[in-house]
C-alpha cells in the first residue's frame, strides 16, 4: 500500500495560492472549494493528523477528480496532487470497513462470478491491434469493418477502475497481465481509452514498460464526473480510424 502518512510534509508545503482552483475543470463546473486540490489537500492533512474521519463524502470528492494534472502545472509548491489521490485512495481502500466491502466487490472470484470474462472473436487482417478499456463490442465492430484485428483472446483492461479506487494489488495484476499481452502479441496499434501519453506514462511509471508501439484513444474526458471513455466516442472513433489508415499505408 502506499502510505498517505508519507506525503505529511509535503501537503504541508502548500501555501493555499488558489492557482489550483482557477484551473481546476470540477471546481470550474461545480463551484465546489472541496473538489480543487487545495481542498483536498486540507482534509487530506485533517486526516493524517487524526483531526478528520475519512468519511464516505470525502472520499467522494477525491472520485470527483480526474486527474488531470493541470493543478499540477500550475502549483508554484510542485505538489504531486495525482500521486497523492492515489495515497488517499488507497487509504480509504484498505483502511476502512467501507473500502473493505469495494475490495470484496472488486476481488477476482466474485468478478468472475458476476462479469465473467468474454471472449475476443475478430477477423484475420493484416493489421493487429490490442484494446485495453471497457467498450469491446464497439471496438471490435469498428476495428473489424475497418480491416483491423483485435488480438485480445478475452475482454480485458489495464486496470483502469482499481486505479481509480485505490486497489494498488488489483491494479497491478492486470497492468502486468496487459504488458505480458502487448510483449507476447507484439501488435501495431494500443488501442486504449484513456489519451495516449497517460497510459504511457501508466506502463512507464507503474510497470518500468515503454513500449515502442503506437498507442491511440478512443475517448476523452468529459466536463465534471468521470472519465467519458466508458461510453464510446464517435468523434474519437473516427479519428483512430483515420490516423491507423494513414500510418498503415505509409
Ligand atoms: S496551487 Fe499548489 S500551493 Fe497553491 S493552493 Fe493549489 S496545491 Fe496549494
Ligand atoms: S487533477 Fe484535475 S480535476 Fe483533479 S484537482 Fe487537479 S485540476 Fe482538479
Redesign the pocket.
Known amino acids: 500500500m502506499i502510505k498517505l502518512k508519507q506525503y505529511k510534509e509535503i501537503i504541508h508545503k502548500c501555501s493555499k495560492c488558489g492557482l489550483?482552483q482557477e484551473?481546476?475543470?470540477?471546481?470550474l463546473e461545480n463551484g465546489n472549494e472541496c473538489?480543487?486540490?487545495r481542498g483536498?489537500l486540507v482534509l487530506l492533512r485533517g486526516i493524517i493528523n487524526g483531526e478528520v474521519q475519512f468519511r464516505k463524502d470525502i472520499n467522494r470528492y477525491l472520485d470527483?477528480?480526474?486527474?488531470?494534472?493541470?493543478?499540477?502545472e500550475v502549483c508554484p509548491s510542485e505538489i504531486p496532487?495525482?500521486d497523492i489521490?492515489f495515497a488517499a485512495k488507497c487509504r480509504y481502500l484498505y483502511c476502512t470497513p467501507k473500502g473493505l466491502f469495494i475490495r470484496i466487490l472488486q476481488s477476482a472470484a466474485v468478478k468472475k462470478l458476476f462479469n465473467p470474462a468474454q471472449k475476443v472473436i475478430s477477423e484475420k487482417f493484416d493489421t493487429k491491434a490490442l484494446y485495453f478499456g471497457g467498450n469491446f463490442k464497439d471496438v471490435l465492430k469498428l476495428l473489424n469493418s475497418n480491416s483491423v484485428e483485435l488480438l485480445n483472446p478475452v475482454e480485458s483492461g489495464w486496470g483502469m477502475e482499481y486505479l481509480l479506487s485505490g486497489n494498488i494489488i488489483r491494479f497491478r495484476k492486470s497492468l502486468n497481465t496487459a504488458m505480458k499481452l502487448i510483449a507476447e502479441l507484439n501488435p501495431k496499434f494500443i488501442i486504449t481509452d484513456i489519451p495516449s501519453d497517460k497510459f504511457r506514462g501508466i506502463l512507464k511509471n507503474y510497470g518500468g514498460y515503454s513500449p515502442n508501439i503506437d498507442i491511440k484513444y478512443v475517448g476523452e474526458y468529459s466536463g465534471g464526473e468521470k472519465f467519458a471513455s466508458r461510453f464510446f466516442n464517435p468523434r474519437y472513433a473516427e479519428k483512430l480510424i483515420k490516423e491507423i489508415k494513414e500510418k498503415v499505408h505509409q
Open positions: 489550483c484551473s481546476c475543470p470540477v471546481y473538489s480543487t486540490a483536498i470527483k477528480c480526474l486527474r488531470c494534472g493541470k493543478c499540477v496532487f495525482e489521490i
